[in-house]
């Protein structure tokens, strides 16, 4: 058995063995319950869940831990959503699917009486953000040439993970927009930056440009010891960076939401591992860096192109190309950071590493730091591909993989099996070893692994089950095998421990 705490989901568990079951597995004495499938109604107007459920964020209701707003990302359209698209060209209908099944959800969930874990479709909050959704722009790039002028941007697409800020609103990262803005002829640079929504506030919508434009991940929030609000940020592409934003001002907490005006100003870095720097990715910066390079200065004239071009400005000021940065967390134990590099075949990192870094000073707003491979993929380890993260009380990270569903169960990837979900004590004797909680159904990858305040609940979304299918006859998952199923959907469950002894 390992862990601390009994009654937790982040207690006592036997860990298990990998699988290729189209199920999705848990130790002994857990169980799941579905409380949203891709599709699926979540209110009285009839909005529809998404589809490749990917973040999640729990917020309680009236400080309970059974029932509370449930936010999740939708990141991607599969066949399932869109139905087989010919010759690589969807039709008007397939187009409106695609824009109105991705960008998030917002449900609420509660547990029963019997402690099963469901959807409330009543509730008064329940929507979805999409890609019809209007935002206000903030920052650098708003209203500027690089935007056409625009000061808001029509919806939202590829949101993959996110975070929660400290005045308890989400962050939700746009990933891989290029292809769906491609698809609807939309203007390739109003996506790609870091949205913010209030889960009780339907009109408060944001893209904060001054956090850059660039395959966002995630977030991860703190404070520096000055009081300035610090935001850690991956840019999952192969060879690209990992950034920070400070803000100009300092976090006052008795402003409540009025602190977001924190992330329209303030400073982007990004880190240069060779020297354990922080590098500024201004307009000043990178305009040095060009002095000889006449073609790239009408690129760069404002701190918007540099934020929307952003990049190219971080590799001009000397940020430097990591392995596919996925999700960053802060340790809440000590403020160091943990970053997922899930892989990059460009140079034989086939099963990733998660990276610490220590800042100067244990201060999150220090400009220099020092790291270290924390825990490398492999058969050692266990695990490959390592992607979104969590912490729990008890120190440990909770870390999902993410094997491409076309690697999965063969070659160097065999004795992984499918994807999973792996604890790992970040302190102690067992610190790095990699512990599995939990097997994902076929082809799929669990994702937004999130705790209520009790950590007696865990949320996950399973994305993309049996995401290969090219016959909807012949599914290769009927995950979540509900009655009636006859194909896969995408979902989050929320996973609950028996009590114990
Ligand atoms: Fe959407 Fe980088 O995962
Ligand atoms: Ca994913
Ligand atoms: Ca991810
Ligand atoms: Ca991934």
Redesign the pocket.
Known sequence: LFGFNTNRVSGYFEPIAPSSEDKLLLPKNFKYDVVAAFDDVINAAGERFGEGSDYNAYFPLEGSNVRGLLVTNHEYSTIFSLGPVKDGKMTKEQLHNNLYYQGMSVIEVYRDEKGVWKMDINSSHARRINGYTKFDLTGPAKGGSALGGATTAVGTFANCSGGVTLWNTVLSCEENFAETAAASSLPETHYGWVIEIDPFDKKYLKKHTALGRFNHENTAMGIAKDGRVVVYMGD?KKDACVYKFISKGQYNKSLGRGNSALLEEGTLYVANLKKGEWVPVTLEAVSKAIKDKPELQKKFVTQGDVVTYCQEAALLVGGTPTDRP?DIEISPFDNTIFICH?NNDNHGNIHGHITRIFEGGSDLGSLTFDFEIFAAGGRQSGFS?P?NLAFDSNGHLWVVT?ISSSSQNKGVHKSFMNNGLFVIPTSGPDQAKALQFASAPVES?LTGPFFTPDEQTLFLSIQHPGENTTDLNKPTSRWPHRAGDSKARSGVVAISGFKLG
Request: charged letters at 70%; proline letters at 0%; zero cysteines.
């Open positions: 999952d996925e899930t591909s992607d993410d990858e």
